[in-house]
T-cell receptor, first 109, second 114 residues
Framework: GQNIDQPTEMTATEGAIVQINCTYQTSGFNGLFWYQQHAGEAPTFLSY????GLEEKGRFSSFLSRSKGYSYLLLKELQMKDSASYLCATSPGYSTLTFGKGTMLLVSP | ETGVTQSPTHLIKTRGQQVTLRCSSQ?????VSWYQQALGQGPQFIFQ???????GRGNFPPRFSGLQFPNYSSELNVNALELDDSALYLCASSLDRGTLETQYFGPGTRLLVL
């Protein structure tokens, strides 16, 4: 089966750095995804890791350790618009995504 | 290049009724996946269609069914609606099966079952 854990809520201030952790246990693994979802909107793709290490994309970076079943999303220079839910998802097969419950990030001035 | 669109945006039904939700894929995408997202939860995979054939199914009962058309648009049908079916239904299209990193979500249909 699949099991994905991430914190329910996090708070941070504008301009700061925040790290959202995700641990997973899956019966198969074809990648780890991070999505951003603003309230009432569709999830938007942020990053995809299939190999161990850090992937950097502007203010956002994502890290994966397959041996530890662990990933994190790092957000730098936080902006108010970064307030959203951040979803960690694994791909146990080529056709499916299994999502965690999401981490609600609140950025305050 | 058009994005993924869904209709209707909102829908209210009563228990026992049937509902059809529609999805238009992003141009050039031949694979569509449907997800159910309950309030405060992450999306749950319902099924995927690739070139008009079902290509994978999550843990949903048979009253959830789908279709994909030759133009790669798609429908999700739910029969005998239950209160717990109230959720945001998301479709996502991708360039090809096995290319989830190219997957784009539509804005969703919010279904309320009374």
């Amino acid at each position: 089966g699949q099991n994905i854990d991430q914190p329910t809520e996090m708070t941070a201030t504008e301009g700061a750095i925040v790290q959202i952790n995700c641990t997973y246990q899956t019966s198969g693994f074809n990648g780890l995804f991070w999505y951003q979802q603003h309230a009432g909107e569709a999830p938007t793709f942020l990053s995809y890791n299939v190999l161990d290490g850090l992937e950097e994309k502007g203010r956002f970076s994502s890290f994966l350790s397959r041996s530890k079943g662990y990933s994190y999303l790092l957000l730098k220079e936080l902006q108010m618009k970064d307030s959203a839910s951040y979803l960690c998802a694994t791909s146990p097969g080529y056709s499916t995504l299994t999502f965690g419950k999401g981490t609600m990030l609140l950025v305050s001035p | 290049e058009t994005g993924v669109t869904q209709s209707p945006t909102h829908l209210i039904k009563t228990r026992g009724q049937q509902v059809t939700l529609r999805c238009s894929s992003q141009s050039g995408h031949n694979t569509v996946s449907w997800y159910q997202q309950a309030l405060g939860q992450g999306p749950q995979f319902i099924f995927q269609y690739y070139r008009e054939e079902e290509n994978g199914r999550g843990n949903f009962p048979p009253r959830f069914s789908g279709l994909q058309f030759p133009n790669y648009s798609s429908e999700l049908n739910v029969n005998a609606l239950e209160l717990d079916d109230s959720a945001l239904y998301l479709c996502a299209s991708s360039l090809d099966r096995g290319t989830l990193e190219t997957q784009y979500f539509g804005p969703g249909t919010r279904l309320l079952v009374l």
